[in-house]
């Protein structure tokens, strides 16, 4: 039987990737807001890019559990899955 980790790694490797580097620093993050006491305009330095990573994680998972699911086009999919990769990370750099 085939997990869903291994079966959008596969369709989407590398939507995948850039989910598990949100994921990465997300918990960076996360030690940052505990680690660091930093308040910028009364929110704490570290939750907005805990905030980013954790949506571009979810958007990346979302958008590799559709790809998964695409059993034609599949040069298509491939072609949009490393388009959204791009976008997500570059867009989560950004800031």
Known sequence: MDTLLA???????????VGFVMAVDLIFCLVGLVVDRRVIKGAPAWLKPAKFAL???IA???FAYCLASITI??????ALDILLAAG????????
């Open 88 to 95: 997500l990370f570059f867009g989560d750099c950004s800031d």
């Open 55 to 57: 949506s571009t994680m």
């Open 7 to 17: 079966r959008l790694r596969r369709a989407a490797p590398a939507l995948t990737i």
């Open 60 to 62: 990346c998972g979302s």
């Open 73 to 78: 086009w599949r040069r298509f999919a491939r």
